[in-house]
């Protein structure tokens, strides 16, 4: 997990690249472990890490939010048909 307090910088150029996109980025929400998610879009939820994943690949945009989402779906798919 990142220290958002050292990315606070980042967290808020990527949701304006985000918003730049057209996608609509919800207020920051923290979780009871302590990690930031954002709503984006109708139907996605991302961290603040996977936000800055993207913005550091370049893939700060509507198909890169897709595909972060329906990798992150397809691990949690694996994790639960292997326990």
Known sequence: M????????????????????????GFPMQTADGEIIFSV???FTLTAD????????????A???RRSVEAQRSAT????ASS
């Not at 798919?77 to 639960?80: D, E, L, S, V």
């Open 50 to 61: 996977q936000i800055l994943e993207l913005l550091e690949r370049g893939e700060l945009n």
């Open 77 to 80: 798919r694996r994790r639960a």
């Open 2 to 25: 990142s220290s958002y307090a050292d990315r606070t910088d980042d967290i808020v150029r990527a949701v304006r690249l985000l918003r730049q996109h057209g996608m609509a980025v």
């Open 41 to 43: 879009g109708k139907d």
């Open 63 to 65: 198909e890169g939010v």
